[in-house]
């Protein structure tokens, strides 16, 4: 067996624009052979894959996918470069690939799972069928997140809005499932994708959070105020920490289809409780924001043609 050298890798690199690691793997696997190596990588996707590795991918979509029973889901958030190529249905075709995928997966991180085997094609692991993808579409593409959710004492409820921009799921323990409660938890979804709460509930809000709220907001009222006592500081800061984890805790908000613009998330909950002889219990929801976080290159259009023109 021809020894792989680093010279090899180089040319191959040069040759294919595929990765290093994956140009010496491609040689290790054809035993030197460049020809074969090409090939290699062409047949994996590999080829060409490299090059659009350094581009920005902060558009996309985020997806859901449940069980059948709806007791396990997850969401997934796959990035693009652009919006283009994120309403393609070639790309949102294999998203949901990737969420079927991550759906059945118990891999815990992100690196355990792209080493794993790829369900559509076992001859590839999940990373490869990324670039593999990479290769057909013709921009950088990067599964970002996913999270499960699993509920054996009820359901777990999805919710996609604008076609994949926000991804909520729902964690709905219950003793009663049908149609009304079902909808309650859709609706629940649609309010966490809408007013972006941080928190289930108060008690999530980690203390040390609300400590140094209460810092901040002392010496902002004592500001306001430089001559009020100590109980009306107090007061004043605890009125503005309980107003803010209204904004904050998705079952202290208040529901956005109130009839009385004043019933909270948790008070509707409830109610719905109460009309289905149920014990409902919110226990938790994962929100996904497409790009949230990445930032977005700023493409001069003029700019680029120029640069392609070597002008």
Not at 91 to 113: E, H, I
Not at 154 to 160: D, E
Request: charged share 30%; hydrophobic share 45%; with cysteine.
């Amino acid at each position: 067996m021809a020894a792989v050298t680093a010279a090899m890798v180089k040319e191959l690199r040069e040759m294919t624009g595929a990765g290093m690691m994956d140009c010496k793997k491609a040689l290790a696997a054809t035993e030197g052979d460049m020809d074969k190596a090409v090939e290699f990588l062409r047949e994996k996707g590999l080829a060409g894959a490299a090059k659009k590795a350094g581009r920005i991918a902060a558009e996309g979509i985020v997806y859901t996918d449940l069980a059948a029973d709806e007791k396990k889901a997850v969401v997934v958030e796959v990035n693009a470069e652009t919006d283009f190529v994120a309403k393609n249905e070639k790309f949102r075709a294999y998203v949901a690939d990737v969420a079927a995928q991550a759906l059945k997966t118990s891999a815990q991180d992100m690196d355990s799972f792209m080493a794993e085997q790829w369900e559509k094609d076992p001859s590839m692991t999940v990373k490869e069928a990324l670039s593999s993808q990479i290769s057909i579409i013709g921009e950088n593409m990067n599964i970002r997140r996913f999270q499960q959710v699993e509920e054996q004492n009820g359901f777990v409820a999805s919710y996609i809005h604008a076609g994949g921009k926000i991804g909520v799921l729902v964690d709905v323990e219950t003793d009663v499932v049908n149609d009304a409660i079902k909808e309650m938890a859709k609706n629940v979804a649609m309010q966490a994708a809408a007013l972006k709460p941080l928190y289930t509930s108060e008690a999530e809000v980690d203390a040390d959070y609300i400590e140094k709220e209460k810092e901040i907001l002392t010496v902002a009222a004592k500001n306001e105020k430089p001559d009020a006592n100590d109980k009306i500081i107090n007061g004043m800061v605890m009125g503005r920490i309980k107003k803010e984890l209204k904004e904050i805790c998705l079952l202290d908000q208040v529901y956005v289809k109130a009839e009385d613009g004043k019933q909270s998330v948790a008070a509707y909950v409830a109610s719905v409780a109460k009309a289905n002889n149920a014990n409902i219990t919110i226990k938790k929801f994962v929100r996904f924001e497409t790009g949230e976080g990445l930032e977005k290159k700023e493409e001069n259009f003029a700019e680029e043609v120029a640069k392609q023109m070597g002008m």
